[in-house]
């Protein structure tokens, strides 16, 4: 399974950005998909996971509201739209995926894309 992950930028406080993360190499509905984050410094953390059906989401409390995940099991893609940016969403925004909803909300998911940076002005 390969992950391709877009759609960074830099954007300024109060913006809109959208990420999608496409995936190839097996039957993308087969599984749960999840967005995390590493600020610089900092540890990676969990941003949101979907899962394969798309029926069922999980937010990390400092998105909710504010950040929406959706996916298209026809185009083999995942998308996060992000609304209301702020500086201290600036990160490299990385989707993951796995067979299993729970490994990719504990960030132990078996496939990674490359990341896509994001950076918020103030």
């Known amino acids: 399974v390969q992950l391709q992950a877009s759609g960074g930028g830099l954007v300024q406080a109060g913006d809109s950005l959208r990420l999608s993360c496409e995936v190839s190499?097996?039957?993308?509905?087969?599984?749960?998909m999840g967005w995390f984050r590493q600020a610089p410094g900092k540890d990676r953390e969990f941003v949101v996971a979907?899962?394969?059906?798309?029926?069922?989401?999980y937010y990390a409390d400092s998105v909710k509201g504010r950040f929406t995940i959706s996916r298209d099991n026809a185009k083999n893609t995942v998308n996060l739209q992000m609304n209301s940016l702020k500086p201290e969403d600036t990160a490299v925004y990385y989707c993951?995926?796995?067979?299993?909803?729970?490994?990719?909300?504990?960030?132990?998911?078996?496939?990674w894309g490359q990341g896509t940076l994001v950076t918020v002005s103030s």
């Open positions: 993951a995926a796995d067979k299993s909803f729970n490994l990719v909300v504990a960030g132990s998911g078996d496939y």
């Open positions: 979907i899962r394969r059906s798309g029926g069922s989401t």
């Open positions: 190499g097996r039957t993308f509905s087969s599984y749960a």
